[in-house]
């Protein structure tokens, strides 16, 4: 019988062991398969082309093109195009230029915010290849969508810049679309990226860059109507996604003005303040290190909601004002988002003032006006004070000193004689 129980709990505590066990395995795999899918998805893709004409002698082509982990709906999200080296014609390159690149790419859902020409590396003159190198293209997410965006690359325009008109035309075969699959608790709210997207021009209209900053904003705890108030910004780079200066061209003051978007209070639209970079020709235009005030003022007390907004980057020497280069945000939708509350106005401290000062003025008046009615007042005193019908009440302190205090003098001469005729009487009897 004991051996039975003891079996039987034995049989127990290995089946106990062995579900363990099962769920470890079953856990194990889960985290194999996800983690397998998160990887594929950064995974680039080769797609093999057929090229002709133009420039370039190339007949064959393998262009790589890179996806992100994920995208976010209400977003966008960048597609890398690797480019590789290319032979070019011994009479296409009489002085130095840039390669161009136009992609044709088709995505579901969602469109290509910045379809157009590329520019890739420089070529210099007389030169007989182009190195290898990357292009990107940002893909437009609509808001509210849901699992993944599907990208598929199609034709490819490769030319010259001095000489646009000859073109190098690539097709692929492959019908293989690359997927990016869109992450959940996007779309803004306190839940959002802190990291900005940016499309940075200038100092001329052609130079366009991809620029990524993480940006901290951290609220007043007592903003009040009709007192300035600062949010603190503090930017920091995505690594590899930093805001360069032109090595070459207009020199750009080391100035950077950032922005945030505020919305929900009426006539609070935005707050703008000036911080301090290191710009140096040709590398990264530094961020400031410390945080810096951001400055505005409510003429309303509510709740506002607070986003990221624009940076600027110098100044435009002949007028002082027009950033020399203007980065604007990309993924707005996509940022998170920060509560301010604007309380009510400070009561004044004046105003009690103010009322109080014509007093002075009203007293010196009504002494002014007292002293002639003095006079009247006396007058009409001394008048009533005439007893009617001969009444009893005694004559009062106007018709002389009362009976009474002669009654009082008299007394005191009487003590006064008592009292001097007894001394007289006890000093004759003390003679004798």
């Known amino acids: 019988m004991l051996k039975s129980q003891a079996g039987r709990r034995f049989a127990r505590k290995t089946s106990v062991l062995g579900l363990l066990g099962t769920g470890v ?22 797609y093999a082309y057929t090229c002709s004409g133009g420039p370039f002698t190339n007949t064959a082509i393998s262009v790589t093109v890179t996806p992100p982990d994920s995208a976010t709906a209400g977003g966008n999200f960048e597609l890398a195009l690797g480019i590789p080296a290319l032979m070019i014609a011994s009479t296409s390159t009489p002085q130095t230029t840039n390669l161009q690149v136009t992609a044709t790419l088709t995505p579901t859902p969602g469109s290509v915010f910045d379809a157009g020409a590329k520019t890739g590396p420089s070529v ?7 190195l290898a190198s990357e292009v990107k293209y940002k893909i437009s997410v609509p808001t509210g969508s849901t699992g993944s965006v599907s990208v598929k690359p199609g034709e490819l325009r490769l030319a010259l810049a001095s000489s646009s008109t000859s073109v190098t035309t690539c097709t692929t075969t492959s019908t293989e679309a690359v997927t990016v699959p869109i992450g959940t608790g996007g779309g803004g709210g306190t839940t959002g990226t802190d990291v900005v997207q940016y499309e940075c021009t200038g100092p001329t209209a052609s130079e366009v860059h ?3 900053v ?12 009709g007192e300035q108030f600062a949010i603190k910004w503090k930017g920091t780079y995505t690594t590899g996604k930093e805001l360069k200066a032109p090595s070459t061209g207009q020199t750009i003051s080391p100035k950077i003005f950032a922005y945030a ?26 961020l400031p290190v410390a945080a810096f005030d951001l400055k505005a003022t409510a003429n309303t007390a509510g709740t506002a909601t607070v986003k990221p907004g624009k940076i600027n980057f110098g100044a435009d020497t002949a007028t002082g004002t027009t950033p020399a280069i203007s980065c604007t945000v990309q993924n707005d939708t996509a940022l998170k988002t920060y509560t301010l509350t604007v309380g009510a106005a400070t009561s004044p401290t004046s105003s009690s003032t103010t009322t109080s000062s014509p007093k002075p003025t009203k007293t010196t008046t009504a002494y002014v006006t007292v ?14 004070q005439t007893p009617k019908a001969g009444a009893d009440t005694g004559a009062g302190g106007e018709m002389g000193p009362d009976g009474r205090v002669f009654i009082l003098t008299g007394s005191a001469l009487v003590a006064a004689a008592a009292v001097g005729g007894l001394w007289m009487r006890r000093r004759g009897v003390s003679r004798s």
């Open 371 to 384: 002293t002639p009615s003095a006079t009247k007042s006396k007058t009409k005193q001394r008048n009533s």
């Open 210 to 212: 991809d620029v990524e």
């Open 261 to 286: 978007a505020l919305t929900g209070v009426s006539g609070l639209t935005s707050a703008t303040g000036e911080g301090t970079t290191t710009v140096t020709a040709g590398q990264p235009i530094t």
């Open 124 to 130: 210099p003159s007389a030169a007989t290849s182009v």
């Open 214 to 225: 993480k940006v901290e904003l951290t609220m007043p705890t007592s903003a009040k109507v």
């Open 25 to 46: 395995l079953f856990a194990g795999s889960a985290f194999t398969l996800l983690t397998a899918t998160e990887a594929q998805a950064a995974t680039p893709k080769t």
